[in-house]
């Protein structure tokens, strides 16, 4: 047993581009430092002594700058290449994230919050289109999955810490914060070399040029991307309000959330990559039905919040909403990609991204409002009404393709 189980993790981690491993480490540098967006609510409303709406305003208008920086760094990526708007997004970036502790005023803060959103988030295209260059289809939600590994080992590290430097002093947050986004520029402009030309499978290189659509042509895509929205638009209260619900309805100190955000990290650190090999493995072609129901996991961890104010409820809660994250996001980007071609990856890959900003903006404001009309107990029931709508539609989609595909096999038969 414990030998297979060795055995899965490294053929997990085998076989994947020394590139990917170095993005890996980019990001692990980058989300090490990962501490503003997680504490950023309870930073404008301990610290700051705003109120939850006005902190949701701010938080909404985070999103909205990750919206139209999304945007931006897809058609960017398209035109001038991935690696120069990864470097100057994660470089401007860090220079923001310092300077944010000196805003205070309420219309500053929001534009600051605004431009470092627009600045930062055009990272998120550039760099899931570079693991699409240096990976091939058969390891690339694999690729996806160590970039993720690296995200949430950082987050881990960042999460944890986070929670003791909020305790001790919010501005310290800041300062890490901007320092590992620059550093991470640095090792990025240091160790990766531009890329010259795409790596391709023999496949690829013998079949006929890839069809050029836009992304906002295909309707299947745009489906896609509105469910995506709506699994977001749950997801995001992760980084939200359920924070201030740990604070506010179970007493939790920073501490203990940052440990929560942790158990979060660590476990995608433990269980993802396996996990997405074993399901490739032994169930190919299926990604939108696990995609549903990681949704499914993720409404779950919501609705049994309602159970009531039980601190054990938090960490059941945190724990399916990670096994729901396992399971949705790295065969979401993999999809992402798989339905565009190299010269329009930028494109699509903006369009996924873009539907998480959207649920930036909105995940706050609606959270924030609920709660402050009716109480945390409605905002986590239409939190599990909307993911399990969102499932139902990840599974349409399932349906769909499948129904295609023995359409086309059928045409290619006769």
């Not at 220079?95 to 944010?100: A, H, P």
């Amino acid at each position: 047993m414990l030998n297979r189980t060795l055995r899965l993790y490294r053929n997990a981690y085998r076989g994947l581009p020394g590139e990917a491993w170095l993005l890996a480490l980019v990001m692990l540098i980058n989300r090490s430092g990962t501490m503003v967006l997680p504490y950023l609510t309870l930073y404008m409303t301990q610290e700051l002594h705003y109120s939850v709406t006005e902190a949701g305003v701010v938080m909404a208008v985070y999103g909205a700058g990750a919206l139209v920086g999304t945007f931006l760094g897809g058609r960017l990526t398209d035109r001038l290449g991935f690696y120069n708007v990864q470097f100057l997004s994660l470089l401007v970036a860090g220079f923001f994230l310092v300077g944010l502790q000196f805003v205070t005023d309420m219309y500053a803060l929001c534009g600051f919050v605004f431009g470092y959103t627009l600045l930062g988030d055009a990272f998120r295209p550039a760099n899931s289109a570079a693991i699409a260059f240096y990976s091939t289809p058969e390891n690339r939600t694999r690729a996806y999955s160590l970039n993720r590994l690296a995200i949430n080992l950082g987050w881990s590290v960042g999460g944890g810490l986070g929670g003791l430097l909020a305790g001790i002093n919010y501005h310290l947050l800041f300062w890490v914060d901007g320092l590992t986004c620059i550093a991470a520029a640095v090792v990025l402009r240091l160790f990766l070399a531009p890329p010259v030309t795409a790596p391709c499978t023999a496949q690829e290189a013998a079949g006929p040029p890839a069809p050029v659509r836009s992304a906002y042509r295909d309707p299947l895509f745009l489906a896609f991307a509105g469910f995506t929205f709506l699994f977001a638009l749950a997801f995001m209260q992760l980084f939200s309000l359920l924070p201030l619900y740990f604070k506010e309805t179970l007493g939790m100190p920073e501490t203990q959330i940052g440990l929560l955000m942790t158990l979060n990290g660590l476990l995608i650190v433990g269980v993802e990559m396996a996990l997405v090999y074993s399901i490739e493995q032994r169930w190919p072609g299926t990604q939108t039905r696990f995609i549903a129901l990681g949704v499914v996991l993720t409404g779950f961890s919501y609705a049994m919040l309602n159970l009531g104010p039980w601190a054990g409820l938090a960490v059941i809660s945190v724990i399916f909403n990670t096994f729901g994250e396992i399971l949705a996001m790295p065969f979401m980007q993999s999809f992402a990609v798989n339905r565009a071609s190299p010269q329009n990856r930028g494109q699509y890959l903006a369009l996924y991204a873009m539907a998480y900003a959207l649920a930036q903006i909105t995940a706050p404001a609606l959270g924030s409002q609920i709660v402050a009309r009716a109480g945390f107990p409605t905002l986590w029931t239409l939190m599990a009404l909307i993911s399990a709508l969102s499932a139902g539609g990840f599974w349409w989609l399932s349906q769909k393709l499948k129904t295609r595909a023995v359409a086309s096999e059928a045409l290619v038969n006769d």
